[in-house]
């Protein structure tokens, strides 16, 4: 997957909001092949709505990560800019 460009993964457990572990070793198993680089979205942590709304949004929260992070990024950096010292994006 790694070779084809993917750079982000979601996973999604049936009962993960009872019990995690499934989907936490899925993700350690993920690190482990695509490296400690790769982003991993964990429906569990994504909150404790129905099935199909957890997976639905552990899927957007895969693919929009990047998207962001930028912006976040470029906020912080425009708070820094206009002299606001505490901007800091990974509070």
Known sequence: ?????????AISGVFSTIRNDNELRVA????????????VSISSEI????LVERENATILNAAL????????????????????KNANKDV
């Open 65 to 84: 990560w990047k998207i962001a992070e930028k912006f976040t990024d470029g906020f912080a950096k425009s708070m820094e800019d206009e002299g606001i």
């Open 1 to 9: 997957m790694k070779e084809k460009g993917i750079n982000s993964i």
């Open 47 to 50: 909150g404790s709505m129905g």
């Open 28 to 39: 350690e198993i993920a690190k482990e092949v695509m490296g400690e680089d790769v982003h």
